[in-house]
């Protein structure tokens, strides 16, 4: 599905994802498993890849990880991003369901060089600085 308003560019959000995206603060991370197997799947599919079924229900994922890959933005890709570069997107994969990475914005600002791949992580729905509830990175202590 592509919005489009005078105050945002083009966004394009795919309506199997979407729910599994937007979620209140401090929500529990919500994801469909499939009934017949309980696996995991994602991202979202019309039928499941280990048995091919076709029903899911949501299933609360503990949001904890390894540090899979990242990347830092220095320049904003629009204007109503310039205050918050530079900013870091990583990818965690996440524990007890193989094969299943998350996309997330990682909690610190700025660079990040101590960040390494396989590092623990956990995550949580917070609010960003636009009030967003986006799903969000730590690095274990
Ligand atoms: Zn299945």
Do not use: K
């Amino acid at each position: 599905m592509i919005h489009n308003d005078r105050h945002n560019r083009a966004r394009l959000i795919a309506p199997e994802i979407a729910p599994y995206l937007h979620g209140d603060e401090g929500a529990p991370l919500s994801l469909p498993r499939c009934t017949i197997c309980g696996r995991v799947q994602w991202p979202p599919r019309p039928s499941c890849v280990e048995c091919g079924g076709i029903r899911f229900s949501p299933y609360s994922a503990a949001p904890r990880g390894t540090l899979f890959s990242w990347t830092t933005t220095h320049r904003a890709p629009s204007p109503e991003y310039a205050d918050l570069t530079p900013f870091t997107v990583v990818i965690v994969e996440l524990d007890d369901h193989d094969g299943v990475r998350l996309l997330g914005r990682l909690a610190a600002t700025g660079d990040v060089p101590s960040l390494r791949v396989g590092m623990r992580m956990h995550g949580a729905r917070e609010r960003d600085a636009r009030e967003r509830s986006l799903l969000t990175w730590r690095i274990d202590d």
